[in-house]
């Protein structure tokens, strides 16, 4: 379809771009913002925003510089990038592996965010609990959430967003 193609397309949101055929391996399939970072930390729920501030401050006195790639989203955003998933893994089923619909998804409430690159991600997952915040998802490298008190210990992974 040519005009899928038009400038007016984020890229960032065209979920087929972001996912060739590694299955999420490449990074975040669930949107991105084109906001500048503080409306980003803006718009997320308070504590996860102070948190955040932290904890990327702490990351950049260790050399790395983290970033947010989706944090908030809109129940119809969530829902466009929901629906593209159900297309692109045949069944709303598969799709709720990667990305959950509007009622389920923490980022819809603000309390998520999905960090680049992976870099800082790694670091995140290794010092994000001195903050509260915890990988949540073992297919997803790039989701945190405020899981725990700060300096408490993050719970297992789980496999997917199904679980
Ligand atoms: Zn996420």
Wanted: glycine fraction near 10%; charge should be positive; proline fraction near 8%.
């Amino acid at each position: 379809m040519p005009g899928l193609t038009g400038s007016w397309l984020n890229p960032v949101d065209d979920l087929s771009a972001r996912l060739p055929n590694g299955a999420g391996t490449q990074g975040p399939l669930d949107g991105s913002s084109a906001s500048s970072p503080d409306a980003e930390v803006a718009r997320l729920a308070a504590p996860l925003a102070r948190a955040w501030l932290a904890a990327s401050a702490a990351a950049l006195r260790d050399g790395v510089h983290p970033h947010i790639t989706s944090g908030r989203r809109s129940r119809a955003h969530q829902q466009r990038i929901f629906d593209r998933a159900v297309v692109r893994y045949g069944s709303v089923r598969e799709a709720r592996r990667w990305v959950l619909p509007p009622e389920n998804s923490a980022h819809v409430k603000g309390r998520a965010v999905d960090v680049g690159p992976r870099e800082s991600a790694s670091w995140l997952e290794e010092h994000g609990a001195r903050y509260g915040l915890c990988r949540r998802y073992a297919n997803e490298w790039w989701h945190f959430e405020l899981l725990v008190r700060p300096g408490g210990a993050c719970p297992a992974l789980v496999p997917d967003a199904t679980g």
